[in-house]
Each structure stands twice: as C-alpha cells, then as structure tokens.
C-alpha cells in the first residue's frame, strides 16, 4: 500500500518538474480500431448470383415466345403464309409441306380466299427438252423433273407416287364406282356444226325461241334457251349469230323476217377455228372422280399436297378445282386427240365459276391452266399418250388433216405423232394448256397442247388427270374465290347458331323418351 503511494507520488513529480518538449504532440491515450472486414467476396458472390438471376428471366420468357408461336396449329400458319403471299403479289408462295397424314384445311383455304386479291400464276421454264431440274414434292427428298417438249411445255416426273398409292387410288376409284365415258361425234357427213342437228324449217324455231308467243324475240329468250345446253336443233354458233343480229337492232328485237335473215346467215357461215376437233372428239374408257377435300382418304389428300407443292400455286385454286378423275382404258380402249381446256371468249364463262359468272353468257367451257396426269399402272401393249403437234416449227389445223390422214384420230394414226409417252406407274406429266399473258396469269390456248391416248393393245391402263381450273379473268377468278367465302361462312354461323339454339333448348320428357 505505501509503495504505491510513493510510486503515485514520484510520477506527479515527474510530470510537474520534467516537462515533455514543445515539439512532441501531447500524448493521448491509444484508441482501439474497428477493423472492418473485406467485402470482396460478398460483392463477387453478388455478381453471380444476378447474372444467373437474369439469365434464368431470359430462359423464361423465350420459353414463353416460344410456346407462344409454335403452339399454333399447322393449318393456321400455313394459311398466313399463303395469305401473305397473296397480298403482296408473289410469284411463287411457299407451298406447305404436305403432312404424312393430311388434316383438314378447309378453314385455311377460306382464309386464303378471303384475304386474296392479286397473285400470279407460276410457271416453269422448260430451258430446252431433255432439260433435268430438282423439285420438292415432299419434305427430305427432291425429285428430278425432265423437259419433254417446249411446245406445249410438257415434264415427266418418275417416282411421283408409290407403287402402294397407286394401288390405293385404283381401289378407292373401284370402291367409287365407274361409268362408261364413250363420246361419239356426228357422222362424216354431219361435219358441219353450223348446220342443226334436226331439220326445222325457219318458223318452228322461231316459235320455239319465242317463249311468250309474243311475236318478237328478245335476249333473254335466246339466252334462256342457250343455258338449257340443248344443241339438238340449235348450237351455239347459230346463237352467237342471232344475238350479233339482235343487238344491231335498234328496238332490241327481232320480228320472224329479221330472224329468218340472221338465221340464214347463221347457216351459211363458215366454221370457227378448232371445232372440227370437238365435232371429231371420240373416246372409249370408263371414269370416276375422287373427292379430295376434308374428310378424304389420307392418299387423295397427300396427293393434292404434292400437286399444291410441286405447281407452287395456290392452295386455293386446287381446292376450288375439280376432283380427281381416274380412268380405266381396257383393250381397245382411246381417246382422240383433244384439248383439256378451252379459248376464251366473251360469249363463254368458265364452268368452275358459274357462281360468279355472267348468266348472259352463251356456253360454259372447262378453264383448265395446267394439267396433272398421273399414270396408276403399267401397261403391256399400246395406251401410250401422244401428242401428235408437239413442237412443231407452227400450228395449222389444216396440217392436221392431210391427205386422207387424220392425224387427231389416235385410233389410226397414233403412231405417226411427234411425241408417245409410254405409261410407267407412279410417273406424272405435267403440262400447260395455256400461254402466259405475259403479266403473270394465263394467257391464249396452247394450240401444240393438243392430246389424245393411243388404243391399248394388251392388258388394262389407268390414268388419274388433276386439273387446276384458273378463270382467264383474273379479277372473275378472285370474285368467285370471295363469294365462295362468304358462302362458306354463312353456312358455317348459321351451324353455330343451330348448335347454340339445341344447347339451350330445355331436355323435356318426350326428348327423353325419344333418346332412351
């Protein structure tokens, strides 16, 4: 105890007597550090942890889009491909690749006609015969398409379909059922179509054209007569005349001495271009057509895929065009040369679009632009398909019928025409029966597209032609597409509407005991 008094009392006598110099800092108790830890790792480990945080976002809002886009049905987006190509006036639009199983694409091809408005029809390049070029028919393979002839422009196609398809396309046509589909044509003698097939004098057709007895012919009484299609005493050459000396009257009719004038011109007129084919047409085969819309066999609809693909036209088109038509030649069987479509002209309407035509046209006629004959079987003897003119230096129709030569008689001359093609089965043909107007659409009648099948010799030959119909009035064509539409969809809501109406009808006893 008192040496820590004396030890307290010589420190103060230190601190009093021996002072620290000027120049040292007062002294000042240490002070104890906060030593704060290093925040290097925590900011690094922060760092990953959000870029892994909005990677992860990422991920899932691409994963959104994506179910998103691809989560839509085939149909649909196939049909907005095809209505885009539409719009914008497209040469060639994507054709959809034909699925394995084929499903319905009635709603796709309204919605395709329903956003039409101008489009061009493709069309190949033949570059010169013998040519070979690769084409998509289905997805994962390419076939070769080879140029036959420039005049028409005319492909083969090997390997179109499968042995089994064709199989399958002859029993569906058997199943269907076929028909005879012999046409005659008027005897040697009766060559002249200008001339009525039964002899009526002046008067009584006169008094059959003047439905009200009036005394006076007006249009729509020899129009009336023209839509029946009864050429037995009056052909459509006899009214185009009768109608060109209607309207160059003033009053709009004809009295019976004007029409005895215009009539006996009519007769004496000389034939038109080309009707000597159609007065000469025979065929001898049996046929059937095959539905090829929704609801059809898988094989029917896989081959409209194949036609759409390999064409690059429209979807709509082939599904507005006419069936599928198989046939069946036995020995013996032909068909003389032909044309499959028709020239235009302004007293004549196509017959697919009927709905949209002009009722005062005389006759309707088959628009066919392009046309897909497809070879079922092989056959053992003859049933070659010829075409007698083709690439000719040029076309007269008086070439044709030379020295007691017929050259559009298949039945005696088949083997004196330019170009035989012999029938191997799964092979297709390809051919235009129109020329391009120049302007993207179909133009004039492909006269060098004349046609015709070879008399089978031995052994049975079936053939299947798909037709695409293509009006030549571009804007006919869209109009008919339109209206096809709108008749569709009416059909369509008033379905609905029935289907509403049943759901909240109330179930009554009766209805009950009619179910049960």
């Known amino acids: 105890m008192e040496a820590s008094a004396e030890l307290f009392q010589e420190q103060e006598e230190f601190e009093s007597d021996d002072p620290l110099p000027s120049f040292l800092p007062p002294y000042r ?30 991920n899932v809002i691409g994963l959104l889009l994506y179910v998103h886009y691809y989560n839509v049905s085939p149909e649909v987006m196939s049909g907005e491909r095809v209505a885009s190509a ?13 699925p394995l199983h084929p499903a319905p694409v009635e709603s796709e091809e309204l919605h395709v006609m329903e956003h039409s408005h101008t489009f061009t029809l493709h069309r190949f390049e033949g570059i010169r015969v013998g040519h070979v070029q690769q084409v998509s028919i289905v997805p994962g393979r390419k076939h070769e398409m080879k140029t036959v002839s420039l005049k028409p422009l005319l492909f083969e196609i090997q390997g179109f379909l499968s042995e089994e398809e064709c199989r399958v396309v002859v029993q569906l046509a058997q199943l269907k059922g076929l028909m005879e589909s012999q046409t005659t044509a008027a005897r040697r003698g009766q060559e002249d179509s200008s001339q009525p097939l039964l002899s009526l004098s002046t008067q009584e057709v006169f008094s059959l054209l003047d439905l009200n007895q009036d005394g006076l012919l007006q249009k729509q009484e020899i129009v009336s007569h023209s839509r029946s299609q009864d050429g037995t005493w009056l052909n459509p050459e006899n009214l185009r005349h009768i109608l060109t000396g209607l309207d160059s009257c003033p009053t709009g009719t004809l009295t019976f001495e004007e029409f005895s004038h ?53 979807a709509a088109l082939l599904e507005l065009s ?23 002209h302004a007293d004549t309407a196509c017959s697919h679009t009927r709905l949209a035509g002009n009722s ?38 008086q070439a044709l019928h030379q020295d007691g030569v017929d050259l559009t008689d298949t039945q005696e001359t088949c083997d004196r025409g330019n170009l035989r093609v012999k029938p191997s089965a799964g092979t297709a043909l390809l051919w235009y029966n129109h020329l391009s107007d120049g ?17 089978l010799r031995r052994g049975l030959k079936w053939l299947a032609n798909s037709w695409v119909n293509v009006d030549p009035d571009q804007q006919q064509q869209a109009r008919y597409q339109r209206l096809v539409a709108q008749r569709h969809q009416s059909q369509a809501a008033g379905v609905k509407q029935e289907q509403q109406e049943q759901q909240q009808q109330p179930l009554s006893h009766s209805n009950l005991h009619q179910d049960l």
């Open 86 to 98: 539409l719009d914008s006036g497209s040469e060639s639009p994507p054709p959809p690749p034909p």
């Open 439 to 455: 302007r993207g659409w179909m133009g004039e009648l492909d006269e060098y597209s004349l046609h015709g099948d070879c008399p």
């Open 29 to 58: 108790p240490p002070t104890r550090l906060h030593i704060q830890r290093s925040s290097i790792c925590s900011r690094a480990y922060f760092v990953v942890v959000m870029v892994f945080f909005h990677l992860y976002i990422l």
């Open 262 to 314: 215009v009539f006996e011109l009519s007769r004496l007129s000389a034939p038109q271009p080309g009707r000597k084919l159609k007065s000469g047409f025979k065929q001898r085969s049996k046929h059937t057509w095959l539905y090829q819309g929704p609801g059809s066999h898988h094989v029917l609809r896989s081959l409209r895929n194949r036609v759409i693909s390999l064409t690059r036209l429209p």
């Open 322 to 344: 006419e069936p599928l038509q198989v046939i069946r030649y036995e020995p013996g069987d032909f068909s003389h040369a032909h044309h499959d479509s028709s020239p235009a």
């Open 360 to 397: 005062s046209t005389l006759t309707e006629v088959s628009c066919r632009y392009l046309t897909m004959q497809l070879s079922l079987s092989a056959v053992e003897e003859g049933g070659e398909t010829t075409f007698p003119v083709a690439d000719n230096r040029t076309y007269e129709e």
